[in-house]
């Protein structure tokens, strides 16, 4: 089965990109959702958080408590270091049990923001990255994230790979900047993932 990994910064629209793959039948594996989903339900995971970041890091109900922990990791590069270290290899994990229920599919994608930083890129055969230019990215983020600011978004920007670094290690790049239709090039790529000599 061909694994493909599917990433892009943020405001790029990989998760639209990500819902027309899934459209065609293509099992997609969502990191983001996957990871909140794990970080509440892996047992040994939870207990790794609350040793590293206290009582709070969930609520009573066992929910993670992002108005706590976000403002504490993000604003401190070592705390954010760490919680992607004891959060990935957990997300890694469940990644691997899941595709062991996707036998049937001739290929797979997995969605992932942070493909290179969380080294989920060694778990696939190909890359997918979606491409939009920086002032597209901002007006849809800003438009989508009504709670965020400018320098919001640029903060988490400056926190992701570099662009031109993302575009040159990817096999195959999705042009979303408006002017290119995107369906013709999920298409096209869906097409050759099918074929036997993807």
Known sequence: MLKVGLTGGIGVGKTVVGRMF???????????????????????LRLELV??????TFT????????????LVFGNPVLLEQL????????????????DLQAKAPYVLKEAALMYESEAWKQMDQIITVHAPMDVR???????DTHRTEADIKAIMGKQLNEDERMSRADHIIYNDGQQAVIPQVLQLHQLFLSPSA
């Open 84 to 99: 992607n270290s004891l959060v990935h290899p957990h997300v890694r994990n469940d990644f691997t049990k899941w595709l």
């Open 22 to 44: 899934s459209l065609l039948g293509v099992p997609v594996y969502d990191s983001d959702a996957r990871a909140k989903w794990v970080m509440r339900h892996d047992e040994t």
């Open 51 to 56: 040793d590293a970041y206290g009582l709070k």
């Open 60 to 71: 009573e109900e066992g929910d993670l408590n992002r108005d706590y922990l976000a403002p």
């Open 138 to 144: 901002m007006k849809r983020l800003l438009q989508r």
